[in-house]
């Protein structure tokens, strides 16, 4: 597969981006615009009504609307460094960060639509701070996280085990929604991918760039950002990766959602907290609202 290169962005530059994102924190107000909402950790289809995004954020969750605004909607402004969706529960989350009082929140559940949050386990040697999590759409009860190491549940997060270390620098997770043992890495060396639980890895897709996001989407394809190459996609029956778009300038993606009822439509987020929407696939991208 051959793909055009287009600007290098520095690999310890993405690493910042990804986990500060920019701009100054959002304020708590009962709505604003999207655009106003920054320092996101992640984001979320609403399964209940899929024209809705759930974004975590430094200041808590909140959840957009089609015209352009966004509400809070946790009880509490603590800073979810990490949240995913389970893929079939609507009113289910999973998430990880930081209290406002400080300290790390562990793994935290929630089961009334990001509104309020319960620990359900520290994690090993925790409480733990994952930086990126993902669970599994074939076993929900399968859940991965990062925590310096690679820690896995396989009981919806009761307990924990630590894996082994991470194959690189890693930005994000990603578990495919057909097999719970195989798990995608957006690395600093590009996409890895284990197929033993996270035990080994080896290199998947383009290779040499860092890799800002990796993300299963419901239909079983997988998409990555690479800098340098854009936008590329594993279709779910296909062996290669193959390129979608490069042209986001400057612009890198870092969170990424794909909707389940139209996997045409995908929704991410770029290192300016800029949420972009796409009704092609990701062949072109506009602002959400």
């Given at each position: ?15 910042a ?21 920054s ?17 975590a ?5 909140f ?16 800073d979810?460094?990490?949240f995913t969706?389970?893929?079939s ?21 929630s ?39 690679i ?20 930005y ?71 390129p ?15 909707d ?30």
């Amino acid at each position: 597969m051959r793909i055009r290169t287009t600007s290098f962005v520095p690999m310890a530059a993405i690493a910042a981006l990804i986990v500060t994102g920019s701009g100054w924190s959002s304020s708590h107000a009962q709505s604003m615009a999207i655009a106003d909402v920054s320092h996101i950790h992640g984001i979320a289809v609403n399964l209940s009504n899929t024209s809705q995004l759930y974004l975590a954020t430094h200041d808590g969750v909140f959840l957009t609307s089609p015209d352009g605004t966004a509400t809070p909607v946790s009880s509490n402004k603590d800073d979810y460094m990490s949240f995913t969706s389970h893929p079939s529960d609507a009113s289910t989350f999973f998430a990880s960060g930081h209290p406002k009082t400080g300290g790390n929140s562990g793994f935290l559940v929630s089961r009334d639509a990001a509104r309020s949050w319960e620990q359900v386990s520290p994690g090993v040697n925790g409480p733990v701070d994952f930086h990126a999590m993902t669970v599994s759409a074939a076993d929900p009860n399968v859940l991965y996280g990062l925590y310096g190491e690679i820690q896995t549940s396989t009981d919806g997060g009761k307990t924990w085990q630590v894996v082994g270390a991470p194959p690189a620098d890693i930005y994000g997770l990603a578990a495919s929604v057909t097999d719970p043992q195989t798990i995608y890495a957006a690395t600093g060396q590009g996409v890895m991918v284990s197929r033993d639980g996270a035990k080994t890895w080896e290199p998947s897709g383009p290779a040499g760039q860092p890799a800002s996001f990796v993300n299963a989407a419901p239909d079983g394809a997988v998409y990555a950002f690479v800098v340098g190459s854009g936008l590329v996609k594993l279709a779910k029956s296909a062996g290669e990766w193959e390129p979608i778009t490069d042209r986001f300038g400057n612009r890198v993606l870092i969170h990424f959602a794909a909707d389940p009822s139209n996997s045409d439509n995908l929704f991410a987020v770029t290192q300016h907290s800029e949420v972009i929407v796409s009704a092609d696939g990701g062949k072109s991208w506009k602002p959400l609202g």
